[in-house]
């Protein structure tokens, strides 16, 4: 694909020409047009200020294969540079101040301008969180995931929001502009508004009713779709995205590789990327990675998610009816709510927790990741901390969310940490435990339940819970240490040693957090946030560079997590283990993991068991149920899942014994 | 009380039904009304009552 970069003036020949041809001007002498211009391709065009055209000499090749031939045909250009071979057909009203790029085609629009000091939804601020106000993020094309959740979040540190804002001052500043783009190869038709909108290139943009003050990023790698009535203002729509289905936002920031459709309508909102929002309504959410709801009647309001899912009819209030809607939630990494759940907020979930019914109480369960919140008949949340651990449901997404990055190119703005089980969510656990081993020891047995944080907890579960925290932080801690020590084994005892030190640059913190769906180190994030503080990172590309390096740095630093912890939990330095230690610990690993699995495996079983077959063989006889649900749901013993899960305690099984067969080949003598 | 005995009454305890309900040949979801949690409440019950770890 070529541009032409030298242009002329036209002949008088081809004026007359495109006279005959129905074509006028304001004044010929402000149409220049490139090398080789074809008069034959320019009819029924009023060319009105500034315009350049140029080249015709191929066409656009549209989706089934049809092929029209580039030029302008009927329509009014106004200071409009027109690329080569751009394809530019019945343009209702005009097309104003735009740089269209070589193959784009633009048919069937009504009015598409770009007024004076247009920023193209750069600049916009979003009142996230807080409807009220106090936690805005501001609208820029490369806005990250990880920029965002500073911005809205940490407004404890007003110095770094300062900071922060200032970077945002100038990506907006870079933005504005007198003049609109639509990017190469670009498709935008039987649009009737678009106006200050930025168009990536190969966007394609089909039918949408209004779309009013935005950017549609997107690249021939990534391109982004805006199609079947959707209305949008004040909005950036990232790459690999797509918005369909007449959804309605406004000051909306869509991430790379969203799903927005079927009327999901949106309002002051962050969807970073991967979400999807279909059907039902949000409100001053902020949406991290993987955030998805599907229902109609599903609002989702004030809140911080990311890797969630909503269920039909899910919905939460932010309004007490004294001061307005002021009220927020945190609802943790995983976490899912189910069919008519409600929130009160203030709440907060700790991650990969289920929340299920009606909860008119405040609490908060941040400290107990797994749990199983459900509301009683009187609003009250009733936790039982750690039950979703070994569910097949939990062990299906994590297998499933990297499977299902839809972001397409090189440029990924969004720092996503995947682990399920890592030093945020282990960390959690380790917390958990101590607490619920306090409250055991100091509650009486004749207590029925105990409060925390405003959830209820049945006291006889208190050691429950502690059980299943146990076999998920030997599991992972075990885990990782035979994983580190197994690559090692070819280097003998110092090969192994040299695992189990410390790394070099592996950063220590007890505590975890996840900013914007990337998990890292507290330190990590304090070294980061006093950088931007102390003015050693001072633009958003600097930003990004630092986030973009800790990501990076993610393995060392859950090393030196996992070599505490160790410590702590096991009360031994893993400097101290023999080689008899390593083969005892990757045989609990070994129990602990396929204990785990077969919970796994027991879980799944439940969705083939008797209670999940009601309702099949409908109308016919008893043999018809078992016949029917075997058609439908297919044998136990033939899932996916289940056989996945089969293979993989068959792994686990082998993997230990060559661990252990590895290990004892090294010779005893020469360990110390 | 003999384990029988105490089996009895843990579960007719949990599962807000009369002892005299729970028989040996009794199916906690079916017979009983056990749902899902309940089931998890009732291990923690007997581990308690018999001071044991159940898998």
Not at chain 1, 121 to 140: H, P, S
Not at chain 1, 243 to 251: C, E, N, P
Not at chain 1, 523 to 549: M, N, P, S, W, Y
């Amino acid at each position: 694909m070529s541009q032409s970069n030298s242009y002329g003036n036209l002949t008088q020949e081809q004026i007359e020409i495109l006279g005959r041809q129905g074509c006028s001007a304001q004044d010929w002498s402000q149409v220049k047009v490139a090398d080789g211009f074809n008069t034959a391709r320019v009819r029924n065009v009023q060319f009105l200020g500034r315009v350049h055209v140029g080249r015709f000499t191929g066409g656009i090749r549209l989706a089934g294969g049809l092929e029209k031939p580039s030029g302008i045909y009927n329509a009014t250009i106004a200071n409009c540079i027109i690329g080569d071979d751009v394809y530019i057909s019945n343009i209702g009203v005009h097309i104003a101040n735009y740089d269209i790029g070589p193959n784009a085609c633009i048919e069937n629009v009504g009015t598409m301008v770009t007024w004076p000091g247009a920023t193209f939804g750069n600049g916009v601020k979003i009142a996230v969180l807080n409807e009220a106000g106090g936690r805005e993020v501001i609208l820029f094309d490369e806005l990250s995931a990880q920029f965002a959740y500073l911005m809205c979040v940490h407004r404890y540190r007003p110095v770094l929001i300062e900071k922060l804002l200032e970077m945002t001052a100038k990506e907006v500043k870079k933005a504005g502009s007198d003049t609109g783009k639509v990017g190469a190869g670009a498709r935008i038709c039987s649009t009737p508004e678009i106006v200050d909108v930025n168009v990536g290139p190969y966007a394609v943009m089909k039918a949408a009713a209004s779309l009013v003050n935005g950017t549609v990023l997107s690249s021939a790698e990534a391109p982004s779709v805006i199609e079947s009535g959707v209305v949008a203002e004040d909005f950036i729509i990232a790459e690999s995205a797509s918005v369909t289905g007449s959804a309605h936002l406004k000051k909306v920031f869509v991430g790379q590789g969203c799903k927005v459709g079927s009327q999901f309508s949106a309002e002051s909102s962050l969807l970073f990327s991967n979400c999807e929002a279909f059907n039902g309504e949000a409100c001053s959410i902020f949406a991290g990675p993987y955030t998805v709801t599907h229902h109609k009647s599903t609002l989702l309001i004030a809140c911080l998610f990311s890797f969630y899912n909503a269920g039909s009819g899910a919905n939460q209030s932010n309004h007490m009816y004294k001061l307005g809607p002021v009220h927020e939630g945190k609802l943790e990494r995983g976490t899912k709510a189910g069919s008519f759940s409600y929130m009160m907020w203030p709440c907060r979930v700790g991650p990969f927790s289920v929340v299920l019914g009606k909860h008119t109480r405040i609490f908060d369960t941040s400290d107990f990741p797994f749990a199983h919140l459900e509301a009683g008949a009187d609003g009250k949340c009733s936790m039982i901390p750690g039950l979703y651990l070994a569910t097949a449901g939990t062990l299906r997404d994590a297998q499933k969310w990297p499977n299902r990055d839809r972001r397409k190119g090189s440029k990924k703005r969004d720092m996503i940490s995947f682990d399920t089980f890592s030093p945020y969510t282990v960390g959690k656990m380790v917390r958990a435990s101590s607490i619920l081993i306090d409250m055991q020891n100091s509650t009486d047995r004749s207590v029925e339940e105990v409060s925390i944080n405003g959830a209820q907890m049945k006291r006889v579960l208190l050691r429950t819970s502690q059980k299943f925290y146990r076999t998920a932080i030997e599991m992972y801690l075990l885990g990782k240490i035979l994983a580190r020590v197994e690559k090692a084994l070819n280097g003998g005892i110092k090969g192994i040693r040299k695992a189990l030190a410390a790394e070099a640059d592996g950063v220590f913190s007890r505590d975890w957090v996840d900013i914007g769906g990337q998990l890292m180190p507290k330190q990590r994030l304090h070294d980061l946030t006093d950088a931007i503080e102390g003015g050693e990172v001072t633009d958003f590309a600097a930003f990004c560079g630092e986030v973009g390096k800790i990501y990076e740095g993610f393995e060392k630093d859950e090393w030196a997590w996992v070599k505490e912890t160790y410590k702590e939990y096991f009360g031994r330095a893993l400097e101290s283990l023999t080689k008899d230690d390593l083969a005892e610990a990757a045989e609990s690993y070994r129990t602990t993991k396929i204990r785990f699995l077969k919970q796994v495996l027991i879980d799944a079983e439940k969705d083939f068991g008797g209670l999940s077959r009601t309702g099949f063989g409908q109308d016919g006889s008893a043999e018809d149920l078992d016949e029917d649900f075997r058609q439908v749901r297919g044998l136990y013993d033939d899932n996916k899942f289940v056989k996945e899960t089969r293979a993989n305690i068959k792994a686990v099984e082998q993997r230990v014994a060559e661990f252990k067969e590895r290990i004892s080949a090294i010779s005893w003598s020469k360990w110390r | 009380m003999d384990v029988e005995q105490r089996v009895r009454k843990v579960v007719a305890r949990q599962l807000k039904v009369d002892e005299k309900e729970v028989k040996l040949e009794s199916d906690f979801v079916r017979d009983l009304g056990a749902e899902s949690i309940q089931s998890i409440e009732l291990v923690a019950c007997f581990e308690e009552e018999f001071d044991i770890e159940m898998d």
